[in-house]
Structure formats: C-alpha cells, structure tokens
C-alpha cells in the first residue's frame, strides 16, 4: 500500500520557521519525483517545491525561492521541506505527492500518482 503521510506543521509566527516532513512508502522512492503543493483557502493548489528522488534536481515557486529549502533522505524514504522567513501568505494546507514522470511548470507539477493528506500551515501576523 502506498503511503505518504505529512508532518510538521503547526502555528508559527511570521518571519518564523518550520520543517515538514514526507513519509513515503510502498513504492520504489528512488524512481519519483516528491512535490510539495500548498492550497490556501479560496485559492487553488500550487506547487511549492519538487525533488528527483534519482538525481537530486530541486526546483521552488519563485514565491518561496530563497526561503524554503526541500531534501531527501532516501534512506528514509522521506523528504523536508524546511520553511524559514515565514510570512502569512505561506498560510496553507500543505501536501505531498510523488510522481513517476512529473511535468514540471511555474506553477505546479504535473503527473503525480500519489497524495498525501496534508499538514496545516498557519502563519500569524
């Protein structure tokens, strides 16, 4: 069974920071592409950042570039996603997803397989 369980989040106020982990199982990590997505609410699902679990290629949201930093452990089978520099604006569900051959735009990543449940993400002012 595949599985991707989200952690990390919390309250936290702004200018502060956070860690999120990406628990993953039940597929062969090295293969996937890992996607942090965030969904604030009223808004749509945005990518945030994305991993080559094979290669280590990183890509950020020009919106958290210089802020949020995303890593594996693929040992572990789990990514990070480190948030520093918090602003309000980063208020947001934030989820996983882990995709086999991901489309990566500006704003978002196409083609993931899997989903997390998300974590929660408040920022307050």
């Known amino acids: 069974e595949v599985q991707l369980v989200e952690s990390g989040g919390g309250l936290v106020q702004a200018g502060g920071s956070l860690r999120l982990s990406c628990a993953t199982s039940g597929f062969t990590f090295d293969d996937y592409t890992i996607g942090w997505f965030r969904q604030a609410p009223g808004k749509e699902r945005e990518g945030v950042s994305c991993?080559?679990?094979?290669?280590?290629?990183?890509y950020y949201a020009d919106s958290v570039k210089g802020r949020f930093t995303v890593s594996s452990d693929n040992a572990k089978n789990t990514v990070y996603l480190q948030m520093n520099s918090l602003k309000p604006e980063d208020t947001a569900v934030y989820y996983c997803?882990?995709?086999?051959?991901?489309?990566?735009?500006?704003?978002?990543?196409?083609?993931?397989?899997?989903w997390g449940k998300g974590t929660l993400v408040t920022v307050s002012s």
């Open positions: 991993i080559s679990s094979s290669n280590g290629n990183t």
């Open positions: 997803a882990a995709g086999s051959e991901v489309v990566i735009s500006t704003s978002y990543y196409y083609g993931m397989d899997y």
